[in-house]
């Protein structure tokens, strides 16, 4: 094979390899992946209807909403909500005493603490449907931050059955303007 034959089709391969594709790839997409062990978001108030309610839920409040709208509390329960702010909140709470067991428990008193403090304490001699709107001291709460909330009734009732213990009915809470 002559020389110069050898280096034109030399040439010719090592062309034929070049391409004009980019020197660099960009990255595939990332996506994160669905894991139901993340925490959910948490704002300032919930509603025990909202499918998110769980998020605010740390311990001692039923699984499951009944009616869609309240869910029954047990012996001490806590929740847990955002605020990105401290200042002019009020905590709010949405709840019934159950006439079946008030008969058994009489009058219930509910102590609200914030992030460990008492915010206060209220009386109610009756069943029925009720509110709490009182006005939150800057200093229990946590700015932008996630902040506890236990409302812990004096008495529950317990089953004479099974030894279950029911507070109070939760229809909502949390902090407002």
């Not at 990332?30 to 894991?35: E, F, K, Y």
């Not at 905590?91 to 067991?101: C, G, H, K, S, W």
Request: charged share 20%; glycine share 8%.
């Amino acid at each position: 094979m002559h020389p110069l034959r050898f280096l034109v089709l030399a040439a010719a391969l090592a062309l034929a390899g070049c391409s004009r594709e980019p020197d660099w790839y960009a990255p595939p997409i990332q996506r994160q992946p669905l894991n139901a062990a993340e925490p959910a978001f948490v704002g300032p108030y919930v509603y025990m209807g909202n499918p998110n309610a769980d998020a605010y839920i740390v311990k001692d409040v039923a699984p499951a909403s009944e009616g869609g709208t309240w869910r029954w509390t047990y012996r001490r329960p806590e929740l847990q909500f955002y605020v990105g702010r401290t200042q002019q909140l009020k905590f709010v709470m949405e709840f019934a005493l159950a006439d079946r067991t008030f008969a058994e428990t009489g009058p219930v008193t509910l102590t609200v603490s914030i992030n460990g403090k008492t915010l206060d304490s209220f009386r109610y001699d009756k069943p029925g449907t009720h509110s709490i709107e009182k006005p939150v001291p800057a200093e229990l709460l946590k700015a932008d931050a996630v902040n506890r909330v236990v409302i812990e009734p004096d008495k529950v009732w317990t089953s004479g059955e099974d030894g279950a213990t029911l507070g109070f009915i939760l229809t909502s809470a949390g902090f407002r303007e």
